[in-house]
């Protein structure tokens, strides 16, 4: 569900962004920046491929310890506040046509790559959001969803085809809404997993005891198996069936810190106050 949210999102953005300079070379009649589009579009999801790699690759030279776990706490820290900060504020002038419209046309009397430009920038920050959101999701389940990720992306890219190219009215405002609503409790479940990987953090470090730090609530023990040894987890414990689609989403754990509780609490708070301001 998150890998679906999450691409559904920004692909259409970054397709709404292609497809509005795409129609201005139309009209303008200069069809030789059609190719320099195209470039700009496959680098900026190459450049974008290569940001997931990079930071997947600093998390595993890090190891199994403390230090990782700090790393952990940290990026998902601040994954929520770049969810937040997209949501909130870069999406009031999410293609901006008349804005993107300026830009293309300015980036062409420039040079003969500046279209080239103005869309790998624009679609690279769509791509560099997705990677980080996606990477975030991960280190909390522990598992990725392509079937989410694949329908995701060909959904968005036909309502921004729709939109663009066929011009159908779709109630863009009513999609971003719904959407918001899902990422806010999304990054508040990364506020909440951040908090359980600074408790990681203190006691691979050895500076908190683990028996030391007092739970909410520590429910549905898992059990092991008389028969094959494997341990069992109840689907509501947070390894469970349920539990992990909970854990992704809303934060869930089923034994959770007291700092977890209240800064989950307090991030839905402020986002569902944030996301009431702006679409009411």
């Known amino acids: 569900m998150a890998e679906f949210i999450i691409v559904f999102r920004e692909v259409l953005e970054a397709s709404l962004v292609v497809g509005i300079i795409y129609l201005l070379i ?5 069809l030789t920046h059609i190719t320099k ?3 700009g579009v496959f680098a900026s999801i190459l450049a974008s491929i290569a940001v997931g790699f990079l930071v997947i690759q600093a998390k595993n030279a890090l190891g199994n310890n403390s230090t990782q776990a700090l790393f ?3 990026f998902l820290y601040l994954t929520a506040f770049l969810i937040w900060y997209v949501i909130f504020w870069l999406s009031k002038n999410v293609s901006n046509k008349k804005v993107l419209e300026s830009q293309a046309i300015n980036a062409m009397e420039i040079s003969s790559w500046g279209i080239f430009f103005v869309v790998f920038f624009a679609i690279l920050r769509e791509g560099f959001e997705t990677a ?6 991960f280190s909390i389940t522990g598992t990725f969803s392509y079937f989410g990720f694949i329908v995701g992306a060909v959904l968005a890219i ?3 085809f729709l939109i663009v190219r066929q011009g159908r009215k779709i109630d863009l ?3 971003f809404k719904y959407t918001t609503l899902l990422l806010v409790f999304l990054s508040a479940g990364m506020i909440a997993y951040g908090t359980h990987e600074a408790e990681e953090y203190l006691v691979k470090s050895e500076q908190i005891e683990k028996s030391e730090i007092y739970r909410v609530w520590d429910i549905l023990q898992p059990t092991k ?3 094959s040894g494997a341990t069992i987890y109840h689907p509501l414990h947070d390894k469970g069936s349920i539990g992990l689609f909970l854990k992704g989403f809303f934060g869930y754990n089923s034994n959770p810190n007291i700092p977890e509780v209240i800064l989950w609490f307090l991030a839905m708070l402020f986002g569902l106050n944030m996301w009431r301001r702006f679409y009411y």
């Open 26 to 30: 139309e009209k303008t009649n200069q």
């Open 37 to 39: 589009l195209w470039y």
């Open 72 to 74: 952990e706490a940290v």
């Open 132 to 137: 980080i959101f996606l990477i975030s999701s």
């Open 158 to 160: 036909i309502i921004g």
């Open 173 to 175: 405002r009513s999609v």
């Open 225 to 227: 198996s008389t028969e």
